[in-house]
């Protein structure tokens, strides 16, 4: 549960921040390894909690991307990245966009 500190700005407890940290740097890792390297970050706060998008170079979608999935067995290579960001984040889209590459955005909540 988020505490209000003085001047009306929210306070997030430990395990949202966790939360947060994991999916952005998910997001981040996602995009240098498998996407030719992050093209732009951004990070809004809204209502609900913090949005994140992160855009790489690759047109190419996770392979989970349509849907839950489970974590990986380990002979299908992959890792626990997307997953955990599944686990962990909402709203969450794949988006090609116009000059080549690719966003990903998740909401991932606060509250």
């Known amino acids: 549960m988020s505490e209000h500190s003085p001047g009306g700005s929210a306070r997030l407890d430990e395990p949202t921040v966790i939360d947060l940290l994991l999916v952005t740097?998910?997001?981040?890792?996602?995009?240098?390894?498998?996407?030719?390297?992050?093209t732009r970050f951004e990070a809004t706060v809204v209502p609900d909690g913090a949005r994140l998008t992160v855009c790489d170079r690759s047109e190419a979608l996770p392979g989970s991307a349509h849907g839950r999935s489970g974590f990986p067995r380990p002979h299908l290579g992959g890792g626990y990245g997307w997953p955990l960001i599944i686990r962990l984040a909402r709203e969450i889209t794949v988006t090609r966009l116009p000059g080549g590459g690719k966003a990903v955005r998740a909401l991932v909540p606060t509250g």
Request: negative net charge.
């Open 25 to 38: 740097s998910e997001l981040v890792t996602n995009a240098l390894v498998h996407g030719g390297g992050v």
